[in-house]
C-alpha cells in the first residue's frame, strides 16, 4: 500500500467505522457465534502474496463482526464500561501515526512531556490530594498504564522493596542484611477486602508474596471497614507474618462499595511511619470516573494519607481502551524498585535526572503515547462536558432503581444504584427460591440478546447485575429494560404456579420445577451462561 492508496482506504475505514456506530444499537449485543466458529472461514495458513487491500476490508464486515460483542451498544450493561469516543479514536489515529516505544524521555519528547501535564490536570479534576502532583511536595506524580492489573502490580513492587527496606534499614550491608530480607521476603502478606477486584490476589501470585482477605458484610454495603483491617492485622501478627500492602477500593466490582477509607487509615495509623508501615493503595478502575462530579470528591480527603491510587478512564471516561492512569505520593518508591539502566539506554538527559523516564514507572520499557487521546478527550469534553456523561449515567440508574421499587412484588434492589451500578434480587419465598428465580430471569434475559447484564454471587446470594454506564444508553433503554425484566418475571412465576397447580404435568429438572415454557428458556440459558459473571 503507497501513500496515495492509505489516503483512499484509510478515508474508506473511517465512513464504514461511522456507519458501524450508528448501527451499533440494531445489532444484537452479545456475539452468537459457536467456539472455534472462524478457523473454517479463513485459509490454514497466511497468503504468500499480497492480497487486494479491498478484499481484506470486506472480510472484516463478513468474518470479524460476526464475532464481536458490541460495548458501546445501548443495550451493554455488563461488567463495566469499557467506553470509546470520536475525540479519543482520532487520537489513536495520530499515536498510530507517531508509532514509537516512547521508553524515555527523547524517544518522543512530546510523549513524556504530555503525560506529566495531563495527569496533574486530571489528579486535580478528581480532587485527589496534593501528594500526587507532580510538584507537590513527597515528589509524586502519575503514569499512564495499560490496565488497573497492571497498575496494582507494579505498585505492589514498590511497596515490597519498600517495606523490605525499612524492616532491614538497621543493618549495615552485607550478608546478614541480605539474609533477613530473604527471610521477610517469605513472611509478606498483601492484602484486599473480599470485595477487592482479583487482580490484586494475581498480582500477590505474580510477586511470590502470600495473599490475605479481609472480611466484608452486607451491614456495611460490602465496604472495608477500619476494625475488620486490625483484625486481620493483629492475626497475621499474632503468625509472625509481615503484611505490607493493602488494595482499598472506590467501586468495587460486584456492588460499586466504596471502602471507609478514613477508618483504615485510624487503623493503619499506629504503624504510619514506622518500618513496619502498609502500602496503601486505592483502586478506583470504574468508579474514579465519578469523581470528576463535586458531590463526590470529600471521598478523597483521607487518601493524603495513602500511597497510590488508579483508576481507568476508559472505563467511564470516554477514552479508548487502554488507558489506566496511576498516581504515587512518592516516584521514588516506583523508581527504586524498577530502574534498571544498562549502557545502551544511557543518553544525556536521563542521566542528568532532568527528565521523567517513564520506564522506571513501569514493568514493560517499551510504551504507547496514551496521554494523546487523554487530552484530546480533556479538551474536547471539557471537564463539564465529562461530567454530564458521568450524571447521566448516574441518572439513569437511579431512575431504573426507581422503577424496580415500584414492584417489591417483583424485585429487591440488593444494593442500591451507586456509580451507575445497581444490584437487584427477585422477589420470593426463600433464600433458595429467590436465588433460583434470579439466575433463570438473568440466563433468559442475556438469551434473548437484546440486553447483556453480569450477575455476581456474595455470600451465597446471586444477584443481577445492571451498570447504565456505556455513553449510547438513554432513558428509552432503561425502560426497555424494566419492560423485559417485568415480563420475564411475571412469567416465571405464573409457569413455577401453573407447573405446581394440580391437574397439570410437572416436571422436576436440575432442581427447578418448570414447565415446558420454562424448560426451553432454561436450556437456552446454558448458552448465556458463558457470558460469565462480573469478575
Ligand atoms: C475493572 C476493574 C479492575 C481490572 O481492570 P483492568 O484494567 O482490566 O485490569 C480492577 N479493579 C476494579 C475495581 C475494576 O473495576
Given at each position: ?35 472455534g ?69 527523547i ?23 496534593s501528594?500526587?502532583?507532580?510538584g ?5 506524580g ?63 501470585q ?39 500492602y ?125 496521554s ?18 458521568i ?10 432503581e ?24 427477585l ?47 438513554q ?36 432442581g ?24
Open positions: 500500500m503507497d501513500v496515495n492508496e492509505f489516503r483512499q482506504a484509510a478515508k474508506q475505514a473511517v465512513d464504514q467505522i461511522a456507519d458501524y456506530h450508528e448501527s451499533v444499537s440494531s445489532r444484537p449485543v452479545v456475539s452468537n457465534v459457536q467456539p466458529y472462524l478457523r473454517p472461514l479463513l485459509p490454514a495458513e497466511a497468503p504468500l502474496d499480497p492480497e487486494p487491500f479491498a478484499d481484506i476490508a470486506a472480510d472484516i464486515e463478513s468474518k470479524i463482526m460476526p464475532g464481536i460483542t458490541h460495548w458501546s451498544s445501548p443495550g451493554f450493561m455488563a461488567f463495566f464500561p469499557c467506553s470509546s469516543s470520536y475525540p479519543a479514536a482520532i487520537a489513536e489515529m495520530w499515536s498510530n501515526a507517531f508509532n514509537g516505544a516512547h521508553f524515555n524521555w524517544c518522543s519528547p512530546a510523549a513524556t512531556e504530555l503525560e506529566t501535564v495531563t495527569l496533574d490536570w486530571l489528579a486535580q479534576a478528581l480532587a485527589l490530594p501528594c500526587f502532583l507532580s507537590g511536595e513527597t515528589h509524586g502519575g503514569v499512564i498504564h495499560g490496565s488497573a492489573s497492571e497498575a496494582i502490580l507494579t505498585v505492589m513492587v514498590a511497596a515490597r522493596d519498600k517495606y523490605l527496606a525499612a524492616r532491614t534499614a538497621h543493618l549495615p550491608d552485607g550478608e546478614e542484611k541480605e539474609e533477613e530480607t530473604w527471610r521477610l521476603r517469605s513472611r509478606l502478606v498483601a492484602l484486599g477486602s473480599a470485595g477487592a477486584h482479583s487482580s490484586t490476589k494475581k498480582a500477590a505474580v510477586l511470590g508474596v502470600r495473599f490475605a482477605t479481609v472480611p466484608v458484610d452486607e451491614e456495611h454495603g460490602f465496604a472495608l471497614q477500619g476494625p475488620a483491617l486490625a483484625h486481620s492485622l493483629d492475626e497475621l501478627a499474632a503468625k509472625g507474618l509481615e503484611p505490607f493493602l488494595t482499598t477500593t472506590l467501586g468495587t466490582t460486584d456492588v460499586c462499595a466504596v471502602d471507609d477509607f478514613a477508618g483504615i487509615a485510624t487503623a493503619l495509623a499506629p504503624r504510619a511511619g514506622t518500618a513496619a508501615e502498609v502500602w496503601v493503595h486505592v483502586d478506583a478502575a470504574y468508579a474514579g470516573s465519578a469523581l470528576l462530579l463535586e458531590e463526590n470528591k470529600p471521598l478523597t480527603q483521607p487518601m493524603a494519607e495513602f500511597h497510590s491510587f488508579n483508576f481507568n478512564p476508559h472505563k467511564w471516561m470516554l477514552t479508548t481502551f487502554d488507558c489506566s492512569a496511576v498516581w504515587v505520593r512518592s516516584r521514588a518508591h516506583l523508581i527504586s524498585a524498577l530502574s534498571i539502566k544498562p549502557p545502551y539506554l544511557r543518553n544525556q538527559f536521563s542521566d542528568g535526572d532532568l527528565v521523567t523516564d517513564y520506564r522506571d514507572w513501569q514493568i514493560p520499557l517499551g510504551r504507547r503515547f496514551r494523546l487521546k487523554l487530552w484530546v478527550v480533556l479538551r474536547s469534553y471539557g471537564l463539564r462536558g465529562l461530567q454530564a456523561h450524571r447521566k449515567g448516574v441518572g439513569l440508574c437511579e431512575s431504573l426507581t422503577k424496580l421499587r415500584q414492584r417489591p412484588d417483583l424485585f429487591t434492589i440488593y444494593t442500591p444504584a451507586r456509580f451507575a451500578l445497581l444490584t437487584v434480587r422477589a420470593g419465598d426463600d433464600a433458595e427460591q429467590v436465588n433460583r428465580r434470579t439466575e433463570a430471569l438473568y440466563e433468559q434475559i442475556n438469551a434473548a440478546g437484546q440486553f447483556y447484564l453480569t450477575s455476581t454471587v456474595i455470600n451465597g446470594k446471586f444477584a443481577i447485575r445492571v451498570c447504565t454506564g456505556v455513553a449510547t444508553v432513558q428509552e433503554h432503561i425502560q426497555k429494560l424494566f419492560e423485559v425484566l417485568v415480563e420475564g418475571t411475571e412469567k416465571l412465576i405464573g409457569a413455577e404456579r401453573s407447573a405446581q397447580s394440580p391437574g397439570k404435568d410437572s416436571m422436576k429438572m436440575n427447578v420445577k418448570a414447565n415446558g415454557e420454562a424448560r426451553d428458556s432454561l436450556e437456552t440459558a446454558g448458552k448465556a451462561s458463558r457470558n460469565g459473571v462480573a469478575r
